[in-house]
């Protein structure tokens, strides 16, 4: 097997994905742009989505990342309008959407169109979580279209199987596709439940960061394995792994969490570039499929069916976001709202590559008979996935912008952290003079003062981003102090550096002095990524 599409593939999405950020343009637009580009340049390898792949070996890792970074408490306070998009929409839509694909293409038989509605009902993971974090949308908005993307996958793999059975007339009744749905959907939350305890005990035990970090690349897919494995859903099993690990992080030690994030960070990055170029690379294959079907009139019906999804989802939205509050218990819990946020949630439906490896996962035939319009069900799926994407992602900034939403109130963001940090710093500083006043824990005063020293800059830090601005440089104390800190530690560096050219000190030894001078900025320099 000749890697090398494979590792061009890995590397030109990267490229891509890394020029986006110079962009206004988000990161998956542009990757799918230059996918649809690439599928005619001459010399690019033909790369055919395989569901089997996507599904097992892809999906796992991306539901993990966006779950395990999502807050559980969050999603707990909106569990309601989570359940009622990730749920009750997927559905609606597979019925809505499907029904209608049956009145406007000829000769389509109802049990096709189902499967076609199941196929293109949930919107993205992936995508709706890259679009939330650029465009820092206010935290309900953000926890609902997260929340929603790592549920819906499940109910819509659910609802096809259903749709597909039917198709293929394998006798599905309403009785046994609500017991399947029943299955797939308790079964992956029972097979998460039972994985996360011990999961998360053995992360906790495991005395290696590089083994707690190996453990950690494992977890989606042995979730996700063992839950399709008794045929419940796997989507569920990894987004229950995840946020319980997410929630209890704290528990696992600093070295783990560091290196960790960092490789997640790195994995996510590569397989959401790859995902969306891959999209667009689809695009010669699903062409050459039309067979009977023209493509003016493929491209007729691709348009009725992108509006059906555009329309259906606000046909579900709003009802969905207003009939619940009138109840007087549910105005009372949930923070009041207005047209503007079921406005966003509604067009932000960007579909994605979960949509595209379920229609590649449609059989070419049953039983010597072939799918009714199996070609033009993908070809549907394709050009509904693009339009979302380029259409509803382009315009979700300018929407944003014209609604004039409040942005987020970064001041006040920044004074909880400073109240939080200070409250922690006082039980620090309490603890510390506990542990000195113990004999046992004797140090010399200046020792003793560096710690106290810490501690107070830890506790300061914070706050001074709330202070003055320096008038020269526009930057806050905080800021410079990490500057200034990060000039001494390249000075150190330089002279390290020269020593080993030297011959001064070996190698074994300079990488202990940077890995030294690596900790020391790392602690200097805050992320402010979000």
Same mark, same amino acid.
């Given at each position: ?34 996918? #649809? ?12 989505? *395989? ?7 892809? =999906? ?5 990342? +966006? ?12 569990? @309601?309008?989570?359940?009622? #998009? ?72 659910? +609802? ?41 005990? =053995? ?6 960061? =590089? ?5 950690? #690349? ?6 996700? +394995? ?12 990894? %987004? ?7 929630? &209890? ?7 783990? @969490? ?16 790859? %995902? ?6 689809? /695009? ?10 023209? %493509? ?97 992602? /382009? ?12 942005? &987020? ?28 006043? *113990? ?10 003062? @560096? ?38 530690? *390249? ?19 300079? @990488?202990?002095? =940077? ?8 602690? +200097? ?6």
């Amino acid at each position: 097997m000749d890697a090398l599409p494979l590792v061009a593939l890995i590397a030109a999405s990267a490229a891509v994905a890394g020029a986006a950020r110079r962009t206004p343009v988000p990161a998956p637009l542009l990757l799918v742009a230059v996918g #649809l580009i690439g599928a005619y340049v001459p010399g690019v390898p033909d790369y055919t989505l *395989d569901p089997h792949i996507v599904l097992p070996l892809v =999906l796992p890792p991306l539901l993990y990342t +966006a779950a395990v970074e999502s807050s559980f408490l969050d999603l707990r306070a909106n569990v @309601r309008p989570v359940a009622l #998009l990730s749920v009750g929409y997927v559905l609606f839509a597979t019925v809505a959407v499907g029904y209608l694909a049956y009145l406007l293409v000829p000769d389509l038989p109802l049990s096709a169109a189902l499967v076609l509605g199941a196929v293109i009902a949930p919107p993205d993971a992936v995508a709706a979580t890259a679009i939330a974090r650029r465009l820092r949308l206010p935290n309900r908005i953000t926890t609902i279209l997260q929340g929603e993307s790592l549920v819906n996958d499940a109910t819509a793999i659910t +609802a096809y199987k259903v749709a597909l059975a039917a198709t293929v007339g394998e006798g599905m009744t309403w009785a046994g596709g609500i017991g399947e749905f029943a299955l797939a959907s308790l079964g992956g939350i029972g097979v998460g439940l039972l994985l996360m305890v011990p999961i998360h005990w =053995l992360r906790t035990h495991l005395k290696e960061a =590089l083994l707690q970090n190996t453990l950690s #690349l494992l977890i989606p897919f042995v979730a996700y +394995a063992a839950a399709e494995h008794v045929g419940a859903s796997g989507v569920l099993a990894v %987004v229950v792994v995840a946020l319980y690990l997410g929630h &209890r992080s704290w528990q696992v030690d600093f070295e783990t @969490r560091l290196q960790e994030g960092a490789v997640w960070r790195m994995v996510a990055f590569i397989l959401e570039s790859s %995902v969306f170029a891959l999209i667009g690379l689809q /695009l010669p294959y699903v062409l050459e499929g039309l067979g009977d079907y023209s %493509v003016g009139e493929s491209l007729w019906y691709a348009f009725g069916v992108f509006v059906a999804v555009v329309v259906v989802r606000f046909v579900w939205v709003f009802p969905a976001t207003f009939l619940p509050r009138l109840s007087p218990r549910i105005r009372k819990r949930e923070p009041g709202t207005n047209w503007t946020a079921p406005v966003i949630v509604g067009w932000a439906g960007m579909r994605g590559v979960v949509s595209l490896a379920i229609a590649f996962s449609i059989p070419v035939a049953t039983d010597g008979e072939p799918f009714p319009a199996r070609n033009l069900v993908l070809f549907l799926t394709f050009t509904t996935v693009i339009g979302t994407l380029v259409v509803q992602g /382009l315009t979700l900034p300018a929407l944003i912008r014209a609604l004039k939403l409040p942005p &987020r109130d970064t001041h006040a963001e920044t004074l909880a952290e400073a109240q939080a940090q200070s409250e922690a710093s006082q039980a620090a500083d309490r603890r510390l003079e506990e542990l000195l006043a *113990d004999e046992r824990n004797a140090l010399p005063e200046p020792l003793a003062e @560096r710690l106290r020293t810490v501690l107070e800059r830890r506790r300061n830090a914070v706050w001074e981003r709330l202070g003055t601005v320096n008038e020269v440089t526009g930057e806050s104390a905080d800021d410079t102090y990490r500057r200034l800190a990060g000039e001494m530690i *390249d000075a150190e560096r330089e002279v390290f550096v020269k020593l080993r050219d030297q011959r001064r000190i070996d190698d074994e030894m300079l @990488r202990t002095l =940077l890995r030294r001078l690596d900790l020391e900025e790392a602690a +200097a320099y805050r992320e402010d990524a979000p």
